[in-house]
């Protein structure tokens, strides 16, 4: 028998993660290798990050470890605790004899408590079903769609333990096929239940520069967010049999019970080669309103929908990302504590930012982490389609910028950056308009040029944006920020808009007769640029008045001159 298969002590198949390697980590000398439990903490310095085959992957995997780590230091319990940890090379020490302590329960293949699975799981008929059901980069229904063609026929172990971990986090929904002692089985079928519990989220991590530094981050402190007594991870409690968990009222118990939890239950079927087949089902449910007082790594938004459902209020969802939004337009809700005309009026927030931000906002605030300090905030989600049944999408994005952004006492330099990200919006507002106008000039209402020029208008400012946003330093000056950021996206849009402008055709610029509120107006591409011109002059004011000639600000870049308009050339709205 291989190493890569490994063998029990009764001789049968075994697969120890703790000393097996199955963990993708990316090194920080940029090469890729292939870990065990026990090495990927004893290296965690000179690993850069985790290189799953998927970035939601990396998420589930990363609240794996975090869960070993929760439970192995027994916390921390305060940021004390955790300061030491942080200043301490060899802050994983605990977790080699935690691991040698529950190593049989770390086996993928353990014939009674193989790693997250349920032994013995089976259907009425024995049937054993394609490893597709837990592979989440082979499209149900979208074969061509995936090097795996036309499914998958066999998994490493490796690799199985991986996509083990995933299923339980990211899981479809839909019916199931029932297995035998699951009460809840009608007619042989297990029905809908939902998605697995992080396939309800917008996951959040924060990073620093190696993995060490990035368990450390999500790490929270017990008295930041308490949990109960019984906190345990899943290897620290009963083997689960078919059907839910008797105990899911007084669960999740604490951060350990969460980052484990056993939404689905499942069994792989191996042999000396590796991993052949799979039972899949529903394991522990887990409802999604109000749980951010538990779940740290999402944000949230008040639901008026599910209060109404509900008869309560507020009720917080889990807020999704916007697989066609890039991580800085969502900014605000990503860094903001809370709105602050909700505040003024006494009613619950709209939104709440992630619970993990929150935690590095009070290390920042206690100066255990210096303002300076940069992180990286990375985003995950999965997007799923006809009735949860798929996954249509998965989306992963990183942001970078200093921790006192995320001050909640100082809150100048974030406004100024969740203020640039609404500049952003402004501006490329008109340049979408701008291409819809130059449409109506040559005969057309189609608003198809106005969501292209808005994608490539977003796709410019990505770049420049997010360099502007990491520079972001102690001692900034907001507005010389802000005037800096307008001045930067005014060029860029301006050069688009010239783009546009030229490429508009002889129709456009002999115009054509149209009907506004006004009246009618002889509309053609040197209207449509003067329009153009002063919008983005009220979308960017401090942008033009740098360019009427004002003294620029001292970090602003030089910006294309562009005079302003008289007001009559003031173009109507056009409703999006």
């Given at each position: 028998m291989s190493d890569e298969q490994g063998g029990g002590p009764d001789?049968?198949?075994?697969?120890?993660?703790?000393?097996?390697?199955?963990?993708?980590?990316?090194?920080?000398?940029?090469?890729?290798?292939?870990?065990s439990l026990r090495e990927v903490f004893a290296r965690a310095d000179g690993i850069r990050r985790?290189?799953?085959?998927?970035?939601?992957?990396?998420?589930?995997?990363?609240?794996?470890?975090?869960?070993?780590?929760?439970?192995?230091?027994?916390?921390?319990?305060?940021?004390?605790?955790w300061a030491e940890l942080w200043e301490n090379r060899d802050a994983f020490a605990d977790v080699p004899d935690y691991l040698d302590r529950y190593r049989d329960r770390f086996d993928l293949l353990h014939p009674h408590t193989p790693f997250f699975q349920s032994a013995g799981l089976h259907t009425a008929s024995g049937e054993v079903f394609?490893?597709?059901?837990?592979?989440?980069?082979?499209?149900?229904?979208?074969?061509?769609?995936?090097?795996?063609?036309?499914?998958?026929?066999?998994?490493?172990?490796?690799?199985?333990?991986?996509?083990?971990?995933?299923?339980?986090?990211y899981d479809t929904s839909g019916i199931k096929t029932g297995v035998v002692g699951d009460p809840r089985v009608k007619g042989g079928k297990a029905y809908p239940q939902g998605v697995a519990w992080a396939g309800n989220l917008g996951g959040v991590l924060a990073e620093g520069t190696t993995l060490r530094e990035s368990l450390l981050l999500n790490l929270i402190a017990a008295d930041h967010q308490p949990g109960e007594?019984?906190?345990?991870?899943?290897?620290?409690?009963?083997?689960?049999?078919?059907?839910?968990?008797?105990?899911?009222?007084?669960?999740?118990?604490?951060?350990?019970?969460?980052?484990t939890w056993q939404s689905r239950r499942m069994l792989l079927h191996a042999d000396a080669s590796g991993v052949h087949g799979v039972v899949l089902t529903y394991g522990d449910p887990l409802a999604v309103q109000n749980m951010q007082h538990i779940e740290p790594m999402t944000g949230w938004r008040r639901s008026q929908a599910q209060e109404k459902k509900l008869g309560k209020q507020p009720v917080y969802m889990p807020r999704e990302h916007d697989p066609a939004r890039a991580a800085w337009r969502g900014l605000e809700a990503l860094i903001t504590p809370r709105d602050p005309d909700t505040a003024r009026r006494g009613e619950p927030a709209s939104g709440l930012r992630p619970g993990i931000v929150d935690w590095i906002a009070r290390l920042q605030a206690e100066r255990i982490l210096p303002r300076g300090r940069h992180i990286r905030v990375r985003t995950?989600?999965?997007?799923?389609?006809?009735?949860?049944?798929?996954?249509?999408?998965?989306?992963?994005?990183?942001?970078?910028?200093?921790?006192?952004?995320?001050?909640?006492?100082?809150r100048a330099l974030g406004q100024t950056a969740v203020d640039a990200v609404a500049d952003a919006d402004r501006a490329v507002l008109a340049l979408g308009d701008l291409a819809f106008d130059l449409a109506r000039a040559a005969g057309s209402e189609s608003e198809s040029g106005k969501q292209t020029a808005r994608d490539a208008a977003y796709a410019a400012l990505d770049g420049p944006y997010r360099l502007w946003l990491?520079?972001?330093?102690?001692?900034?000056?907001?507005?010389?920020?802000?005037?800096?950021?307008?001045?930067?996206?005014?060029?860029?849009?301006?050069?688009?808009?010239?783009?546009?402008?030229?490429?508009?055709?002889?129709?456009?610029?002999q115009g054509r007769l149209v009907s506004s509120a006004k009246g009618q107006t002889w509309l053609n591409a040197d209207l449509a640029d003067l329009w153009f011109r002063s919008r983005l002059n009220k979308a960017l004011p401090l942008a033009a008045d740098s360019a009427a000639g004002a003294v620029p600000a001292q970090k602003a870049p030089t910006s294309d001159t562009a005079g302003s308009l008289d007001a009559a050339l003031s173009p109507q709205k056009v409703t999006t």
């Open positions: 001789g049968g198949l075994s697969f120890d993660l703790t000393s097996r390697p199955w963990l993708p980590v990316q090194l920080i000398t940029g090469e890729e290798d292939l870990l985790l290189a799953g085959d998927l970035p939601t992957q990396d998420f589930a995997l990363s609240r794996l470890l975090l869960a070993i780590l929760h439970d192995a230091v027994d916390g921390p319990q305060d940021t004390d605790v394609s490893l597709n059901r837990i592979v989440a980069d082979v499209p149900n229904g979208d074969p061509f769609f995936t090097t795996r063609f036309p499914r998958v026929q066999r998994l490493s172990f490796a690799e199985a333990a991986r996509w083990v971990v995933h299923a339980q986090a007594a019984t906190d345990r991870p899943a290897w620290r409690r009963p083997p689960p049999g078919p059907g839910a968990a008797d105990d899911l009222a007084a669960r999740p118990a604490g951060l350990r019970d969460l980052y995950f989600g999965a997007v799923y389609g006809t009735q949860q049944s798929v996954i249509d999408e998965i989306t992963s994005d990183t942001v970078s910028l200093a921790v006192l952004l995320l001050s909640d006492t100082d990491d520079a972001i330093g102690e001692g900034d000056d907001p507005q010389q920020l802000r005037t800096a950021w307008q001045c930067t996206a005014r060029r860029i849009v301006a050069r688009l808009a010239d783009d546009v402008i030229n490429t508009a055709g002889e129709t456009a610029w």
